[in-house]
């Protein structure tokens, strides 16, 4: 992914954006056949994940020429390329045994790519080009221009962080159980959303075993949107 930072902003914007939510759209779109909803994706993901693709392509702005930046290699980028999927490893275990996710849910084809490959990918893209943003020399805009920039970079990322912030108040769907062998989702996410709304319309609140129980059948497979916290 080194070459995506030494190429311009343009190109940073890209890979990133590509790899969230660019390919998670296309595994939803060909394996879970479901297009991308903001009532069922995380603000995190839909829209946070582009903020940071911004805030990419702006710290490789700062940083003009690779030769006016402190590039990521050696150690840091292989501690920046093993730790977040190790991370997302112990995540995902986390989320099943508190009951946030299915077993289906975690092997959905965007659950895997988004633990296992964004983590890594999107941590080594935007955190080593708000490093070289941030260590920059001249080479880059100067005057009002760079803290215009700078302030671009800043502000992709907090909204990030803000949106994660949001998706623990107001969790969603986020990924439908999956069936690998038939090549399709066991559900679709209107089926599991469904429920939680009518509870809502008619005041009821139920959960545990019954409320898996008298849901349909179609919803079984997931805990419910309001079950899940992160994405």
């Known amino acids: 992914m080194a070459p995506a930072l030494e190429h311009g902003p343009a190109w940073a914007l890209l890979a990133s954006f590509a790899v969230s939510p660019g390919v998670p759209a296309l595994l939803a779109l060909v394996l879970e056949r479901r297009l991308l909803r903001p009532r069922h994706e995380f603000t995190a993901f839909l829209y946070g994940d582009p903020a940071l693709a911004v805030s990419c392509a702006a710290g490789v702005l700062l940083a003009g020429s690779p030769g006016a930046s402190v590039p990521v290699a050696g150690w840091p980028a292989v501690a920046m390329m093993v730790l977040p999927p190790a991370f997302g490893v112990w995540q995902a275990r986390s989320e099943l045994r508190a009951g946030l996710y299915t077993w289906a849910q975690l092997l959905s084809p965007t659950k895997l790519w988004h633990q296992v490959v964004v983590y890594p ?108 916290q992160r994405s």
């Open 121 to 228: 990918l999107m941590t080594y893209l935007v955190g080593g080009a708000l490093l070289r943003g941030l260590t920059s020399g001249i080479g880059g805009p100067a005057g009002p221009a760079r803290w215009a920039v700078l302030a671009v970079m800043a502000g992709g990322f907090l909204f990030w962080m803000a949106a994660n912030v949001h998706d623990r108040r107001r969790p969603r769907v986020g990924h439908p159980p999956y069936d690998w062998r038939r090549l399709r989702p066991l559900a679709s996410m209107d089926a599991m959303v469904r429920p939680t709304d009518a509870m809502v319309r008619t005041g009821v609140c139920e959960t545990g075993p019954d409320a898996v129980r008298n849901s349909p059948d179609a919803a079984r497979n997931s805990p419910g949107p309001g079950a899940n």
